[in-house]
């Protein structure tokens, strides 16, 4: 019985660590196919989807069976809830993705505004934020994922900078409105990437620790 | 002990409650006080996010104590579990609103680009579908949780409306454009929040039904 109730949550981690590996693919290849101007990456993100979608519900539902066969104490129940918002994170930044991939069909019609080079550097930031989120996860790591929650505002520096950026082209050219706004929508989608990576660092914390470190709750707790 | 239960679920449903008619008021404080211009409106929102994370934890842990020391089976599980998803995508939609609230700070420093009409009106959908969407989670009503999931098009084909309407300013007026795109912004902000109504209304079918129905798993699966 006990074996068994390893054994599926080994499962579990499993198939998060898959989702989040195609999602993390997802993000470089949307940004690639915007970088390259390659239409065929941009097609492949958002036809993923629903390999993600069907990794979302089936998290889900064996973390349900869990809870409702197994009726796990303490730590393993906090595990089994992280893993049901982890879910629900990677799911999003999957659509994500796809968001930054509709939005490079709708670019691809006209030549890129300048060559990228932040944008990219902010997609490099968010997938190794996830990629370490996950891991952190499966080693049960604290001290990681405090560290990426910490990255996360040099994600939130870089796309200021892109913002303004951007305003002073489409003042300078107003033809290159549209092109601008593109990539400013472009640079908000990897921001909210990298917001989710911190949702699921914090998560990790929670869960080794067993104690909400979101909102600095025990500041506002202990000032109450 | 069953009694107990039933109460503890019942102030897990109260403090949801309170939850989403803070953040729904948010919604409507931080529009209000862009469309008419009063930044101690916008700084209220702020000054409220406080109180919406406080409850977010709270929830999160009344779950967990939930699902620890009662260990719920079927639809009390279901019920659980979706309190903790829902109080997740409320925490969001109120720091949706202090985004908004903070773009008003900013354009506040000029006049307004135009009268709002469309994104008071995006606003006021999103707030129905969020009151609904709850009251859809106290009743456990998935017929009105359905006709909630609809609404989301109507929001979105009002956003693709104002985005057009801002390009076209933009290029009209270079000057216009920081205004614009904060308006911009405003209205993909609203957007999210009738997407995350729009989460919390397939959760009460699910909740309901015991199936899940984003995704159009389903047919996904069928097909497969």
Redesign the interface.
């Known amino acids: 019985m006990e074996r068994l109730f390893d054994e599926e949550l080994n499962k579990l981690k499993e198939k998060l660590l898959r989702m989040a590996g195609i999602v993390e693919e997802s993000v470089a290849l949307s940004i690639e196919g915007l970088k390259d101007q390659k239409e065929e990456l941009a097609r492949e993100v958002i036809h993923r989807e629903?390999s993600v979608?069907?990794l979302?519900?089936e998290i889900?539902?064996t973390?349900?069976r869990l809870?409702?066969l197994r009726?796990p104490?303490?730590g393993d129940?906090?595990l089994i809830?992280s893993a049901?918002?982890i879910g629900?994170d990677l799911e999003r930044m999957g659509d994500l993705a796809v968001n930054i991939a509709q939005r490079t069909l709708e670019l691809l019609k006209a030549p890129l505004l300048k060559p990228l080079i932040d944008i990219p550097r902010m997609a490099k930031l968010a997938q190794a934020m996830l990629k370490d989120a996950i891991q952190a996860f499966i080693d049960r790591n604290d001290a990681l994922a405090s560290e990426i929650c910490k990255r996360d505002d040099a994600v939130d520096a870089l796309e200021n900078q892109i913002f303004r950026e951007l305003?002073t082209y489409?003042?300078e050219d107003?033809?290159s409105?549209?092109r601008a706004?593109g990539l400013?929508?472009v640079s908000?989608y990897l921001e909210r990437i990298a917001d989710h990576a911190t949702n699921i660092a914090e998560n990790v914390i929670y869960m080794v620790k067993g104690r909400?470190i979101?909102?600095n709750?025990d500041k506002?707790?202990s000032a109450?």
Chains 1, 2 share one sequence.
């Open positions: 629903e979608n069907l979302d519900v889900d539902e973390c349900l809870l409702a009726q104490m303490a129940l906090r809830t049901m918002k629900v305003l489409m003042i107003p033809a409105i549209w706004v400013l929508l908000r909400m979101k909102h709750i506002i707790r109450g």
